[in-house]
């Protein structure tokens, strides 16, 4: 038998003006809230995803930071021991 595909399950705490606008906006798109919810998510990552690399699974976000400081173009920040 074919296993139902199945979604973890989260809570999602919003202030009650944003859920009202969510549920009016999702009403006049024809969807259920969980799928305009969904579909910003989505949205949101996929714009950011044009500005950040998802990071390697083996690299925690932070690794490169305090060793590549020199190494960026434009930046300002001054080791000290010149």
């Known amino acids: 038998m074919a296993r139902a595909r199945q979604a973890n399950a989260f ?4 202030p009650r003006t944003t859920r009202a606008d969510a549920e ?3 009403k006049c798109q024809g ?3 969980n799928t305009f919810i969904l579909a910003a998510v989505a949205e949101k990552i996929e714009r950011l995803g044009a500005i950040h690399a998802r990071p390697e699974k083996s690299k925690p976000p932070h690794a490169e930071r305090r060793s590549d400081h020199k190494k960026r173009p434009g930046s300002t920040r ?3 021991r010149e």
């Open 78 to 80: 001054v080791s000290g």
């Open 31 to 33: 969807v259920s809230m």
């Open 11 to 14: 809570s999602l705490r919003l």
């Open 24 to 26: 009016f906006q999702a």
